[in-house]
């Protein structure tokens, strides 16, 4: 206990360096005890003591290197699972996806194994993020799935359910199913709130960019003053996700990107907040273009642009998929359509036939 005391100061103080020490230290003591849990467990609690010491990543996965070669030595196997499963969540912190997928395919087949669920899931979830990544849904679907799987045989924690819904929302999300993804998110805002954990800030993040994909902007503003909600509702990163839910509702370009600029940090720290207000410009755009260019037949490009505040170019590259008179530099809207003599010609017809019809009721009256 006093050794956990000790580096939760050295951590306060912001001194990783000191945290080390009491790593080095405990390695010492530990070697001389049983393998007992909670000899496998005060590392693994040791190690929360640098979330209070910004930028200390590198330094984290150096002792965590370290920690697992000595775990390797004593033969302390699940605590080097659990610590290689801490290794792979710094490594995916700090991009470095290749390393992280490696050592991801050794812990499963060791983990099968032994047959340990709880690691097992925690190292599945950590495999769908590094899918993700790398951009690849199909084997982030399978990671996820294989998570879910291995969760339903126990027990699941309230923090790690939270983080399997947090990433089946973000599924959804990804297969534009927003409004399964919004029961995911509101699932994992309410399990982390609970716990006062600060990334439920996250979640509710994410459950306000649903409803801005859903196109109910309103419902924004009528989330926030929900209990579990309302304690958010003052933070800049809540308010960020308001600016953008005004300027959708308005369909406003120019207020849409000043909110992106006013609230850059809030809005790209997210990767997932990121990518889909990425795509929602995008598509606010092109609604723009089109609402301006659709009243006419033929329209200067130079004009669209100046009326969407944009570049000449930037305008080009959007409407790349419409035809474009290169000649005259107009965009054309709607194409000349040719005379068809089909409906005139059927006209004639019937008019004809309506003499022939008339003259033969005028015969007909005359025989009467």
């Known amino acids: 206990m006093e050794v956990l005391l000790l580096a939760e100061c050295r951590g306060t103080s912001g001194t990783p360096k000191g945290v080390v020490e009491v790593f080095s230290f405990l390695r010492f003591f530990v070697s001389s005890t049983a393998k007992a849990k909670t000899a496998n467990s005060v590392p693994r609690t040791l190690l929360d003591c640098f979330n209070s010491i910004p930028n200390s990543q590198n330094i984290q996965i150096d002792v965590l290197m370290e920690n697992i070669e000595w775990a390797k030595r004593e033969k302390r196997i699940f605590l080097k699972h659990s610590l290689e499963t801490r290794l792979v969540d710094l490594q995916l912190d700090t991009q470095q996806c290749k390393p992280a997928l490696a050592l991801i395919e050794t812990l499963l087949t060791k983990l099968k194994r032994l047959d340990d669920k709880m690691v097992l899931t925690e190292v599945h979830l950590l495999e769908s993020r590094v899918y993700r990544g790398i951009g690849n849904l199909a084997k982030y679907r ?8 291995a969760a339903n045989a126990i027990y699941c924690p309230p923090h790690l359910q939270a983080r399997l819904d947090l990433q089946s929302g973000i599924l959804h999300a990804e ?4 409004t399964t993804a919004y029961s995911y998110f509101y699932e994992t805002f309410e399990n982390l709130s609970t716990q006062d954990d600060p990334s439920a800030l996250g979640a509710l993040k994410c459950m306000l960019l649903c409803k801005v994909m859903l196109n109910l902007p309103e419902d ?11 304690k958010y509702a003052q933070l800049r990163d809540v308010e960020s996700m308001r600016a953008i839910a005004r300027a959708h509702q308005k369909r406003n370009l120019a207020d849409f990107e000043k909110a992106l600029k006013d609230y850059q940090q809030e809005l ?3 990767t997932t907040i990121r990518t889909h207000l990425s795509a929602l410009y995008d598509t606010l755009l092109e609604q723009n273009l089109l609402r301006i260019a659709e009243p006419y037949s033929v329209v200067e490009i130079e004009y669209v642009a100046q009326q969407v505040s944009q570049g000449r170019q930037a305008v080009e590259l959007k409407l790349s998929q419409m035809i474009l008179d290169k000649g005259r530099g107009c965009l054309l809207i709607f194409e000349e359509p040719e005379a068809d003599r089909t409906y005139g010609a059927a006209i004639d017809t019937l008019e004809q036939v309506g003499k022939v019809v008339d003259s033969l009721y ?3 009256v005359k025989l009467a």
């Open 142 to 149: 399978a990671a996820l799935t294989s998570a879910r799987t």
């Open 220 to 230: 924004v503003t009528s989330l926030l003053p929900i209990k579990l909600a309302s």
């Open 362 to 364: 005028a015969k007909t």
């Open 268 to 270: 790209s720290s997210d």
């Open 175 to 178: 297969d534009k199913d927003y």
